[in-house]
């Protein structure tokens, strides 16, 4: 446990993250249940739930079911499809805070990062008030909630960030991680399925205090070697994975709000540069090369749509940035006809200066 007590690991989890986007969005939403979708193609209500919102799961409406279902369950919900862009955009405003407070960093998905806080703070009381700097910061320049878990380790810190949803901010010091595991169900632990805990259910075990008293030659007979010794790791709170930046899957994006609804391509272009600007101030502290580029263009009825490009080599030069964005942005508007309320510039496929090289390198 050594390991542990040197380390003070914060996991952020924005609260029901595509649905909160969504009433930021459309204020008028707030309060009702909201429902996220995936929709099939085929039309009418074919398709599943992505997520909701905490009224519309207190009706019964979880992810995965199906939309039908959904409906019948929360007949007067508001039904949304996800908006991946609007997503994104507010996801990279809410990592560009995290990254901001701690030198190492791991986006886990588009709602969820760990901050490596060892050596940024003393101990776990400054690591909460820390802590709650940030998710006071998100609130304020996001609009959103989002719930932290500080503890000695990643594992532990993933499972008590979603121990007081929504808005919650929970601390396990390294002596009362046993403690704080012991109650919890089988299924709070991160990586234990369905098939997993029906077997250990069967066994008798109920909580993770109970997987813990079992013996790791018992575990490792009924689930093999890897998965026995790992739940059995696991049910103690020992967790040794570091903090690491996950090269490649990352994306750095802006959106805007425009003055006023416009298809003005004077307007637009200078709403791209100031745009550009801002993602190119991004790549460059961060020394990333980028090897596509998109323009984001949110309609007046807030459908988003995109156009992209990827380049021939990666590139890291502002003007590439800008005069890719222009081009596209351009396309975008001979191609389209409606007014835009919003637009953006993304860039993607990104690398650190050790991965990859540019073109002008070679």
Known sequence: MSNNISRIILHIDMDYFFAQCEEREHPEIKGKPVVICVYSGRGGDSGAVSTSNYEARKLGVKAGIPIYRAKKLAPDAVFLPVNMELYRSISDEVMEILRSYCERFEQESVDEAFCELTGKVSDFDEAKLLAARIK???????????????????????????????????????????????????????????????????????????????????????????????????????????????EGTEQIGRIITLKENTRELKVILDAVDKLSEDVYRKLETRKLSFKSVSFIAISTDLKTRTKSRTLGAPAKDFETLKSTAHELAKAFLNEHHFLLRRVGVRVANLAGEKEQKTLGEF
Not at 164 to 174: E, H, I, N, S
Not at 188 to 205: P, Q
Not at 210 to 225: N, P, T, V
């Open 136 to 246: 006071d910061e998100i609130k304020q320049r996001t609009g959103l909630t989002c719930s932290a878990g500080v503890a000695p380790n990643k594992l532990v810190a993933k499972i008590a960030s979603d121990f007081q949803k929504p808005d919650g901010l929970t601390v396990v010091r390294p002596d009362e991680i046993l403690r704080f595991l012991s109650s919890l169900k089988i299924t709070d632990l991160i990586g234990v399925g369905k098939k997993t805990s029906e077997r250990l259910n069967e066994l008798g075990v109920k909580t993770i205090g109970d997987l813990s008293k079992l013996s790791k030659d018992d575990l490792i007979r009924e689930f093999g070697q890897a998965k026995g010794a790992w739940l059995k790791q696991a049910s103690q709170g020992i967790d040794d994975s570091q903090v690491e930046e996950r």
